[in-house]
């Protein structure tokens, strides 16, 4: 029998901001369910690994937090700050929870009707039956994800930045050694740059999720092309190359940073692709912009907006039908996080983008067995509005061979 020691934390304080939070919404209560990590926002929450039975947790807009939990696993609840109710068969669990929310009509659950948002669904749907059975009407808590999970901590601020600044450098520095090779007519391969920067980030501190993508002419087509030992291409004079790269320090609040980057092997972009690449970063630029004069009106902006913004730039240039993903995604303790994502093509992304929350802006234009481009930059939703915290965002494909900044 498995043994859980971890002990449930959860605040006082961060118990009253969720039932302001709760009120302002005109919901009842947020019920937390979890069963072997299958929820990993409520285990986050709640400070607890995967446990090996199911539990709830109430936090009502009024009153005191309820666990629901089973008796073989109460080491993990000592210290728990509300009231806790043991139970042992399902018959009893099933009573409980109706006891626990009678008279609670409107329930928010890691639910998202019709699955709009995956990020957000993530409880089974028999245990939404098994809720609706109480008389309860299940709402979705994306609004709650967004506000108490998905939001940077001033730590985890801090470790994005540090790491932001790594992985540009990092991305500079290997366009500098393709071009060196380059210009000295030595063999570099996708691979070997997907290894030097795996090798890079371990030396300087990037060691949690941290790895690349490195793509030349059409393998940058695949937005998820991986090289690999085995499969990979060299690095040529006059190949388009596209570095997507990204990692966190270790630290239970550390941030990702997730970039891509742009060169071109040679003294002079070709027109074609300095074209392409224009289209790209202005759709990546409409995104932002209708953020920030979102914010400096004081009007509220949803990921599905910015993702319309940035879309429309790319199929007004004649590219719409090869941005075939998103225009980003959320970004937090993991590199996809829960919050908001730049998407109304993926699913239709109507959560607020609200302060304290970090997210990818990331067009791309692919043309498979020819080339793909992507241009992506980490914004904060700061106090004082959007920021970008990518340093020095890209504004045209690098010529490796006459940038002074890669001699």
């Known amino acids: 029998m498995a043994v859980v020691e971890a002990t449930v934390q959860l605040s006082r304080e961060t118990v009253d901001r969720m039932r302001e939070e709760l009120r302002a919404l005109k919901v009842d209560g947020w019920l937390l369910f979890n069963f072997l990590g299958s929820n990993p926002i409520a285990g986050e929450l709640l400070g607890l690994p995967a446990m090996t039975r199911r539990y709830f947790v109430w936090i009502p807009a009024e009153g005191e937090p309820v666990a629901l939990t089973h008796r073989i696993e109460q080491q993990p609840w000592t210290g728990w700050i509300g009231e806790n109710w043991p139970y042992s068969s399902w018959r009893e ?32 749907g028999g245990v939404i039956e098994m809720v609706r059975t109480t008389g309860a009407e299940v709402v979705t808590s994306a609004d709650l994800v967004s506000a108490f999970y998905a939001r940077w901590t001033p730590e985890g601020l801090a470790s994005h930045h540090r790491a932001a600044t790594v992985v540009y450098e990092t991305a500079h520095t290997a366009f500098r050694m393709i071009a060196d090779a380059i210009r000295h007519d030595k063999r ?15 030396r300087r501190g990037i060691v949690v999720g941290a790895d690349s993508i490195v793509g030349v002419n059409g393998n940058a087509a695949n937005p998820h092309y991986a090289p690999s030992a085995d499969k990979h291409s060299e690095i040529k004079r006059g190949d388009l190359v596209l570095i997507d790269l990204y990692g966190k320090e270790g630290g239970v609040e550390a941030i990702y940073a997730d970039q891509t980057w742009m060169g071109y092997a040679g003294e002079q972009v070709p027109e074609r ?3 392409i690449f224009a289209a790209v970063r202005d759709a990546r630029l409409a995104a932002i912009d209708l953020v920030r004069r979102r914010w400096d009106a004081g009007a509220p902006v949803a990921g599905y907006e910015a993702d319309d913004a940035s879309r429309n ?21 993991q590199l996809h996080g829960s919050g908001p994502n730049i998407d109304n093509l993926e699913s239709r992304d109507t959560r607020r983008l609200i302060t304290g929350i970090g997210f990818s802006v990331e067009p791309g234009i692919y043309l498979p067995g020819d080339v793909g ?4 930059v980490d914004v904060y939703m700061g106090p004082d509005g959007p920021e970008v915290t990518t340093p020095e965002p890209q504004t045209e494909v690098y010529a490796l061979l006459s940038d002074p900044r890669f001699a």
């Open 188 to 202: 570099i391969t996708e691979w070997e740059v997907r290894r030097w920067i795996a090798d890079e980030f371990a």
């Open 273 to 275: 692709i300095a074209e």
């Open 313 to 333: 730039v790319i199929a007004e240039r004649g590219w719409g039908d090869a941005f075939i993903h998103r225009t980003g995604h959320s970004i937090d303790r």
């Open 373 to 376: 481009f992507r241009s992506e």
């Open 93 to 124: 669990l099933e009573s409980r929870l109706a006891q626990l929310l009678a008279g609670n009509p409107r329930v928010a659950m890691e639910y998202a009707p019709g699955d709009a948002v995956p990020y957000v669904d993530r409880v089974p």
